[in-house]
């Protein structure tokens, strides 16, 4: 009986071991991402096979484009605050309403704009193959996305 206990503790251990070792092998590229400099980034380093340097040039890109992209957000977070104010005050449309929603098109406008110039930018970074196959990705998941309403009409 304690021989087959034995056999047993040391299978589990072995088993538990052997998942470990596994583990840890199938999540060091990931776990390597994470504690990088700009782990946000890291995919696509590896997606498009960037160089180190083609690579650092697209985080100081990145970089910059990070604080105006948050102040754009933040405008756009007080016109919805703003506009979900004045919805709340009446149930017919007023002129401050319709501008409301004029002044948060054109900072959408706007925040589209700033991202498409960033995107252009970051494939210039990359080989032309990989900047037109990162081009054709970003815009199929944001610029050509079906817009939040295309289905309701």
Known sequence: MKR?????????LAAVCAYAVFYSAATASNRALLEAETPELGWLKREFSLSEAEFARISAL????????AERCQQ???????LRELLSRTNVMTRAIEQSIEQAAQIRM????????????????MPADQGKRYLDWVQRRTLLANPAMSHVH
């Open 76 to 82: 756009i977070a007080d016109r919805n605050r703003e």
């Open 110 to 125: 706007e925040c589209e704009k700033s991202m498409l110039e960033h995107f252009l930018d970051v494939s210039r970074t």
């Open 4 to 12: 087959t206990v034995q056999i047993i503790a040391a299978a589990v």
């Open 62 to 69: 990145h970089e910059a484009y990070l604080p105006k992209c």
